[in-house]
């Protein structure tokens, strides 16, 4: 049967400051997750052919780099724009739009940072993606985590307004095989 493999991209320079956004290169860490990432998944993709999509930000093209797989870049799984926020750390923000930071936590699948998106705009923007995903045979989605937290929930039916919350892990490959009634769930871990 058909399966969608999804994956963060790896550690970044930015993860390591604590800064959200931006277009940052991997961190060596991140790096030794792609370097790894072919034979993390080999068995699991077996013979099947299979096709690699990325946004179009640095990590995300770097983590896939040495998958041998034919490869296709959608501005539409970039990273939640966080608008003024870009290139913050969570504290920062808290500091400089105090009540932003609040009305956020209050209700983070609707609020949408000034200049930038919200969940909710990021699940229209997935939209056309994800009806690409159910048209296409086995695909591989390297992106970041507020996106897969949005296609997470769709496959898996987490209620929209939960899936914000959602933690999904650096270094980690999950797949998901879509069945009648539900959808099967299986993760491979890295440990780096
Ligand atoms: O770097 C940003 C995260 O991928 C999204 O985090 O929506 O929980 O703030 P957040």
């Not at 493999?5 to 931006?22: A, P, V």
């Not at 501005?75 to 930071?101: N, Q, R």
Request: overall charge negative.
């Amino acid at each position: 049967p058909r399966s969608i493999w999804l994956s963060r991209h790896g550690e970044s320079e930015f993860n390591l400051s604590g800064r959200i956004g931006g277009d940052a290169d991997l961190s060596a860490r991140g790096r030794a997750y792609a370097q790894k990432l072919p034979e993390l998944i080999r068995e699991s993709i077996g013979d099947r052919k299979i096709t690699l999509w990325t946004s179009t930000l640095k990590r995300t093209i770097q983590t896939a780099e040495h998958l041998p797989y034919p490869k296709l870049q959608w501005k539409g799984l970039d990273e939640l724009d966080a608008g003024v926020c870009d290139g913050l750390t969570y504290k920062e923000i808290e500091e400089k739009y105090p009540e932003d930071f609040k009305a956020r936590d209050d209700d983070k699948y609707n609020y949408r940072y000034r200049g930038g998106e919200s969940y909710r705009d990021v699940v229209t923007r997935l939209e056309p993606i994800i009806m690409e995903m159910e048209r296409n045979e086995n695909i591989m989605v390297v992106t970041h985590q507020a996106v897969i937290r949005c296609i997470y929930a769709y496959f898996m039916n987490v209620p929209q307004d939960r899936s914000p919350w959602m933690e999904i892990p650096l270094h980690t490959v999950i797949k998901l095989t879509p069945k009648a009634y539900h959808t099967e769930e299986e993760r491979f871990f890295a440990n780096i």
